[in-house]
Structure formats: C-alpha cells, structure tokens
C-alpha cells in the first residue's frame, strides 16, 4: 500500500468536463479524401485521445488549470491511449468510470493539406454515459465552478431532458455551465433541435458553430440564427467562425472578435481548444471580449502545431502568442 500523508490537501478541481473520449487515429496532409474504391498514401499517421469532451479537459488542464473529466473508457488499447494522455495532462480521472464490458470509442480523422477533415466515429462507451454517473460526480464537494458538456450527439442516453437536468444541478451548485454539442452525424431531427432548445435555459455560455447554428434555426445569418437562440434561453452565444474568429452574442449586443492569422496545419480539435481558452480566461476574471480573444488565440496555437508537438499549447504558450501577434482586423 501507498503511504498516505493525511496532511496532504487534494488539488481542487475548478473545470469539470463531461463527455465522450475516444482515440483517433489522424491521417494527415491528404491531398484530397479518396473516393469509393480509391485508395490514398499519406506521409504520416497518428494515433491519440480525442473527444470533444477529452480534448476540452486536455486543453484546460495543459493551460494549467485543474481539470476534472467525467466520462466513459472501457478497459482496452484505445482506452489506454485516452488515459495515457490524460495522466501526461494531470487530468483528475476520479470521475471517469473504466468499464470491462464495453469498447472505447474510435474516430478516424482524414486531414486534407488545406486542414479541412473529415470523421468517421464509432462512440464506443461514451454512448452509454448516464446521468446519474454524472450528477453524483457534480454533487462531490467541493463543486467545480465551471462545468463543460461537449459530445452531446454522441452520447443518445443524455438526449435532452437528462443533459438539462446534469447542466441544471451544475448551476444550483454555483458553476458556471457550457454546452458544444458538435455536428449532429444524424442530420439535425426536429426532435434533436428542440432537445437542445430545451436545454439552452441551463447553459450560460453556448459554443455552437456557423454551421451548427444555421442547422438549429435554418439561419444562414450568425447573427440572426444567434438571436433565435438567445431567445430561446441561452444567455451568452459564442459562435465559432473559422478564421474569421468569433461571434459573441448576448441580448444586450453582438459583436465580431477577429481571429489570428497563422499557417494551418490541422484543424482537428479547434473548436475544443477554443471553448477551453474561453473557460479558463472567464474564470480567471476576463471579460467577454477578452475571453474571446483568448480562445481564438488557444484555437490558433492549436491548429498550427507541428505534428511532433503536444496537441495544446501552455499558458506561457498562449501568453508569448498574444504578445508577439495581433488579432486580424474585423
Ligand atoms: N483557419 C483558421 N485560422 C485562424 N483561426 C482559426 C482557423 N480555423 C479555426 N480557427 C480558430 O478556431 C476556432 C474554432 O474553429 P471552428 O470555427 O472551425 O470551430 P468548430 O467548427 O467548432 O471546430 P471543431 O470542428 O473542432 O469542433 C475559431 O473560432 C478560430 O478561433
Ligand atoms: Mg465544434
């Protein structure tokens, strides 16, 4: 047995991630995605965690905040990989839940040379998650103070009423709650939509992208689909929009937050290494706006990585980054 030294004082976690993890296997600098019966040789392939919740717990806690990840492994190779890196990030694991009867999800990300991907994923465990699992971890003391839910189309046993329930007991806990919930694989049901809807009243900040906004309200127009949701009960809309940066969209006012120009290398994970960024600068008492402009800078530093690099950047990272670069112009 360890020995325990009694006078030791658990890290507290602040950022509480709940969702799917999976591994990913990333071919990368494809000249384009093959066609049926085509096959395509690319210089190199990687094989590590991902998960829109995973990353989101690897990104916050490489900028040096702690970070808990609420989720499903099962015990397997894949799993493995997930909990190998969240080891390397000190991810805290005490609510992760390692199952025997079950698989880890898998993606397989094919990365064209112009950083523009796209996934076929297998979710695995994730898809099983419960609610229940989840609230008893969001009522361990002491509470986290931001609570992230990502991976929602992935996760069919969280569809809608149990996702507010877990965001609304967050809240009454005193945390700060944030939804992604990613492209849905299954085309945006009008059942799916208004699930989402439904949840929007528990969320304080909610990450959709142009795309995703134009699916839930059939706007083509950020700033008018931004409406329809910040009227359907979202406080605070934070729309991703590429290399143009963000959207940020409250009642009061809308406005555009440039991103930073940088060489592309892979775009995976972006949007994850974003709504990080934003978490840990609001936490750290930023406004909005600079919050925002932190994001797009975490976002940044993530998509123009060299290959052989951790996936996120530290906060020293994020910090050189914003002295040395300015935002492009709106
Ligand atoms: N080409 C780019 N140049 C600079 N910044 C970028 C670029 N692409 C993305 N970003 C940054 O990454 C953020 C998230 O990217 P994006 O808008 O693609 O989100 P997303 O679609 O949710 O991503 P994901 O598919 O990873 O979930 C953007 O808001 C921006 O800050
Ligand atoms: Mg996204």
Avoid at 43 to 53: C, D, E
Avoid at 74 to 88: P, S
Wanted: hydrophobic share 45%; aromatic share 6%.
């Amino acid at each position: 047995m360890k020995p325990q030294n009694s006078a030791l004082v658990p890290a507290i976690v602040q950022i509480l991630s709940i969702g799917d993890a999976n591994a990913e296997l990333v071919f990368s600098q494809l000249e384009k995605i093959p066609r049926i019966g085509r096959e395509a040789v690319v210089p190199r392939v990687k094989l590590q965690a991902a998960g829109s919740a995973a990353n989101f717990a690897l990104c916050t806690a490489n900028l040096g905040i702690k970070t808990g990840f609420a989720g499903r492994l099962a015990v397997d190779q894949f799993g493995e990989v997930v909990l190998k890196a969240f080891r390397e990030a000190e991810v805290d694991t005490h609510c992760l839940r390692l199952v025997e009867d079950s698989s880890t999800g898998i993606t397989v990300a094919m990365v064209r040379e112009d950083g523009k991907r796209a996934f076929v994923t297998y979710p695995g465990t994730s898809a099983q998650l419960s609610q229940n699992e989840l609230k008893a971890c969001i009522s361990k003391d002491p509470p986290p103070r931001w609570v992230h839910l990502a991976g929602s189309h992935l996760m069919d046993s969280l569809r809608g009423e149990p996702t507010a329930s877990i965001l609304e007991l967050a809240r009454s806990r005193g945390a700060t709650t944030s939804l992604d919930t990613g492209w849905d694989p299954s085309d945006w049901s009008e059942e799916t939509i208004e699930a989402i809807k439904t949840t929007l009243q528990f969320v304080d900040i909610f990450f959709p992208n142009a795309n995703e906004v134009k699916a839930l309200t059939g706007e083509r127009s950020p700033r008018k689909g931004a409406k329809i949701l910040l009227d359907a009960g979202a406080p605070t809309l934070v729309v991703k929009l590429g290399s143009k940066g963000c959207l940020l969209a409250t009642k009061r006012d809308q406005h555009l937050v440039p991103g930073f120009k940088v060489k592309v290398v892979d775009t995976t994970a972006a949007g994850d290494a974003f709504d990080a960024g934003f978490a840990i600068s609001m936490l750290s008492g930023a406004t909005m706006g600079r919050a925002a402009v932190f994001a797009n800078a975490v976002a940044a530093l993530r998509i123009s990585r060299r290959p052989h690099k951790p996936l996120f950047p530290t906060l020293q990272e994020a910090n050189a980054f914003l002295m040395r670069k300015r935002p492009l112009e709106a």
